[in-house]
């Protein structure tokens, strides 16, 4: 239906690779640099390896690692062969990544070093190979032409290029409509709640296409970010790398967890022009850095007085810039609501900051605006490509479901076209499940998560309904609330009275069991949504007319 204006996303990678072909593309911070032309000999070697073993066109290949340089190009050789990505958080635990690889019908797996080692291969039968990043050697071969493929790789890739390998060899698979499947990208990884969100290319693209009409004109070819969300979450993978991989910037992976202290020494060393993160990381290198810094009397002394202020302000907005490497033009917040503290204080320094609203569904850009423009307390406008109103009789003050449609929303959820008609009504409207308001000048301001997600502190989804559904099938629990406090998640129970009572066990044994019953979940859970303690409740908790937990209550 956009045909005439959608060119192929998969020709703007092989255009991408061309004109840039000898600038830096990928470093593995403290690591190895690939250049355009690395990227595009590796992906040549991948694309023989599909080819012999018999991989085609519409095949879905998964990918779970941490980023690195080896998984973004296992990436683009999957895109630009014509086969499908399935990219997987690896923060998920084993059976989450057994699910979602089985769920998707993947025939091969790239894996990172951590997740190799938690796999159990007999648990995905219909997978014909596991390749490990970041050399592509087999960590698992189930068929003769993958093994004969991956062990004459070199000699393959010989006889295709026998002098040497040149730009004029670069061509790839292009898509034969915009509508094409590109990618499944998982919400979440456990079975009964996981859905596989279809991205099509028109999708990808189009988020492309926003990045480059905002900011295409202040980012230049080889300016430098960082990459600090999971590139298997949509947010990551559309602004950490897709748009400047397409626009011949130079992405730094931060290939081990990213902790205060890597983020800060990053930051300084390689003085990135944007900064894409999730709310948590924003405030903790504010609350590190820069509070300290301003915190004493002096300063709020200085701050009071009406004529030095603007200076001091201006002093300090200085400051906030270096921490972020001094080149910044301005910061990209998502996933989350700004702690309010932090946003007042960045807003009254004059930081370049803006918040963006989106959704894995929508590939993932909602709402943005530049910082310029950006209203305090909003996620943006609706953005370039997309409409969004609200579901209510008076949207400015009443509020109501937020509704969004346009080129980002995905084509629905894998083998779930009920749920799908949940979500996309007749008119193509996407439902968010976000309720929300909007000003006169077209604002957004979200009032809450009617889907109850929480957001890890890396910006990965956490669905709480998953965790509850795991912690009340365990021992003395009737029912559960896990609930967000800073950044902990906390497990709120009603325990069953009656039975504790026929055990004659006091308090204190109610206690021991749910500290066993917490250590017992938490090894069933990825690090991101372990139960830091459990909260007993001498009541049961308050329900609807459906008999649901009123969860506002709760918060």
């Not at 990544?97 to 938690?118: M, Q, Y």
């Not at 943006?380 to 409409?387: C, I, L, Q, V």
Request: proline residues 5%; hydrophobic residues 40%; charged residues 25%.
């Amino acid at each position: 239906m956009y045909n005439k204006e959608i060119p192929s996303f998969n020709a703007l990678i092989q255009k991408s690779i061309i004109e840039n072909w000898d600038r830096d593309a990928l470093t593995d911070f403290k690591g190895q640099t690939l250049q355009f032309h690395d990227v595009a000999r590796k992906i040549e070697k991948l694309h023989i390896l599909f080819e012999n073993s018999g991989i085609v066109k519409g095949d879905k290949i998964a990918l779970c690692g941490r980023n690195s340089s080896q998984w973004a190009v296992a990436f683009l050789a999957t895109l630009t062969y014509g086969a499908v990505a399935v990219p997987i958080l690896h923060e998920f635990n084993a059976e989450q990544i057994h699910n979602i690889v089985n769920h998707s019908e993947s025939r091969l797996l790239f894996v990172g070093d951590h997740v190799a080692t938690i796999i159990d291969p007999q648990q995905m039968p219909h997978l014909e190979g596991i390749i490990n990043n970041p050399d592509y050697s087999l960590m698992v071969s189930r068929t003769d032409k993958l093994t004969y493929a991956r062990e004459h790789l070199n000699e393959l890739y010989g006889k295709k290029f026998p002098k040497y390998f040149r730009k004029e060899h670069v061509n790839y698979y292009k898509e034969e409509s915009p509508e094409e499947l590109a990618l499944i990208n998982y919400t979440s990884g456990t079975t009964g709640f996981s859905k596989g969100v279809m991205i099509p290319y028109r999708a990808i693209w189009s988020n492309f296409d926003f990045a480059e009409y905002e900011l295409g004109k202040t980012i230049r070819t080889g300016d430098r970010i960082i990459s600090m969300l999971p590139m298997a979450h949509m947010y990551g993978m559309s602004f950490e790398f897709i748009f400047e991989f397409l626009h011949g910037c130079h992405v730094y992976y931060l290939n081990r967890v990213p902790s205060p202290a890597i983020i800060a020494q990053a930051l300084a060393e390689i003085k990135p022009v944007i900064v894409i993160a999730v709310p948590l990381i924003i405030e903790k290198i504010i609350r590190k850095k820069v509070f300290p810094k301003i915190q004493n009397n002096r300063m709020r002394l200085l701050l009071q007085m009406p004529v030095i202020s603007k200076k001091v302000r201006e002093m300090i907005c200085q400051e906030v810039l270096k921490a972020f490497g001094g080149q910044l033009y301005e910061v990209i917040i998502g996933g989350a609501a700004l702690n309010q503290e932090v946003e007042h204080f960045l807003k009254r320094i004059d930081f370049p900051y803006t918040v963006g609203y989106g959704a894995t569904e929508c590939a993932p850009i909602i709402g943005y605006e530049d910082w310029h423009r950006f209203a305090p307390g909003s996620c943006g406008k609706s953005a370039y490509h997309m409409e969004v109103k609200i579901d209510s009789r008076n949207p400015r003050h009443v509020p109501g479901e937020i509704l969004t449609r346009g080129l980002n929303v995905m084509l629905g959820y894998f083998k779930n076209p009920e749920a799908t008609a949940e979500v996309i009504d007749r008119e193509g409207w996407y439902h968010t499940g976000d309720l929300g308001t909007m000003d006169a000048e077209g604002n957004i301001y979200i009032n809450g998560r009617s889907k109850n997600m929480l957001l890890g502190p890396s910006g990965q989804n956490i669905y709480p309904e998953e965790i509850e559904d795991k912690l009340n099938s365990m021992t003395l629990v009737v029912e559960s609330l896990i609930v967000q406090r800073n950044t902990k998640l906390v497990a709120i129970v009603y325990p069953d009275y009656e039975e504790a009572k026929n055990m004659n066990f006091t308090a204190d044994d109610i206690r021991n069991v749910m500290e066993q019953n917490r250590n017992g979940l938490n090894e069933m859970l990825p690090a991101y949504e372990k139960i830091s303690e459990i909260e007993i409740r001498e009541e049961e908790f308050e329900k609807t007319p459906k008999r649901s937990i009123k969860r506002y209550l709760y918060k």
